[in-house]
């Protein structure tokens, strides 16, 4: 499912699940797959080779804009 069109009942659903807490008055959508991330295929192959499945609690409701600038530390750390 892509990020753009997670509707509010999803994203209720999925914080309940992850027991995430948001507040604000326009909170970041959640991260429910590493490719909404948007990362290129090294970096998905790398995340799989890891065992990681789907984005855990904090990965899940970080800020996606942070991410751009740690992707290149990211890749050294999984390879």
Same mark, same amino acid.
């Given at each position: 499912?892509?990020?753009?069109?997670?509707?509010?009942?999803?994203?209720?659903?999925?914080?309940?699940?992850?027991? @995430?807490?948001?507040? $604000?008055?326009?909170? /970041?959508?959640? &991260?429910?797959?590493?490719?909404?991330?948007?990362?290129?295929?090294?970096?998905?192959?790398? @995340?799989?080779?890891? $065992?990681?499945?789907? /984005?855990?609690? &904090?990965?899940?409701?970080?800020?996606?804009?942070?991410?751009?600038?740690?992707?290149?530390? @990211?890749?050294?750390?999984?390879?």
């Amino acid at each position: 499912m892509e990020h753009a069109i997670l509707t509010f009942l999803i994203l209720c659903s999925f914080r309940k699940e992850y027991e @995430i807490k948001v507040s $604000g008055p326009s909170p /970041p959508k959640p &991260i429910v797959s590493f490719g909404h991330l948007g990362f290129d295929e090294q970096m998905m192959s790398l @995340i799989a080779r890891q $065992g990681f499945v789907k /984005p855990t609690q &904090i990965q899940a409701q970080v800020r996606t804009d942070l991410l751009d600038s740690f992707q290149n530390k @990211i890749r050294k750390v999984l390879s």
